[in-house]
């Protein structure tokens, strides 16, 4: 993605003692400028170039979930959605066909609305597997403890480098040690 790709939006969400969320912002990008043979294509081109493997196709669960163990990269392919980041008690936000969601580790997602043809694709950055963990109390601080070992990434998965996750989740990185 050239250098002129839009600034994304950025969501702050904080931990509700169930949905750890994470200190690093969510970014939303809107209306990329996408090029290829289908929406659907092009993001995964553009996540594996940017060493985020695209990993699957599909929708978004309509129940919350987070992922403590991977960051999770989004791009709406086709359709439109209405999702609540950050858990019951988080932010609404409305997708449609050309944006894309970087979810920080531990940020709570859920579809509350989507479209009969949404479809989103996935990418997860090299070397991060992802888990399915439910928002739960008991749970919470161990969760946060796996999430506090997700490194950042080494590239933004839309565009590479330069991209505004690297320079936002490093000045967002918890100091070491």
């Known amino acids: 993605m050239p250098s002129s790709a839009p ?15 994470s200190p ?4 939303i990008y809107r209306q990329l400028p996408l090029a290829g043979p289908s ?7 553009l996540f594996d170039s940017h060493l985020w493997p695209s990993a699957w196709r599909g929708t978004v669960y309509d129940y919350h979930h987070y992922h403590s163990t991977a960051h999770e990269a989004l791009g709406v392919a086709i359709g439109w959605a209405r999702v609540m980041l ?16 970087v979810l920080p580790a531990g940020t709570g997602h859920c579809a509350l609305e ?6 989103v694709v996935a990418g997860y950055p ?11 109390a ?13 490194g950042v990434p080494i590239s933004d ?3 590479g480098t330069q991209g505004a996750l690297v320079a936002l989740w490093r000045a967002e990185a918890p100091p070491a040690g």
């Open 7 to 21: 600034q994304p939006e950025q969501l702050h969400l904080a931990s509700d003692g169930r949905t750890p969320n």
């Open 157 to 159: 998965p839309l565009a």
């Open 39 to 45: 929406p659907a294509e092009a993001f995964e081109r």
């Open 114 to 119: 989507v479209s009969a043809d949404f479809q």
């Open 86 to 101: 950050g858990g019951d008690n988080g932010q609404e936000v409305e997708l449609k066909a050309g944006d894309a969601l």
């Open 126 to 136: 090299v070397g991060q597997q992802y888990d399915m963990q439910r928002p739960d």
């Open 138 to 150: 008991a749970t919470h601080d161990q969760a946060r403890e796996r999430i506090a070992q997700v």
């Open 24 to 27: 690093h912002p969510v970014l």
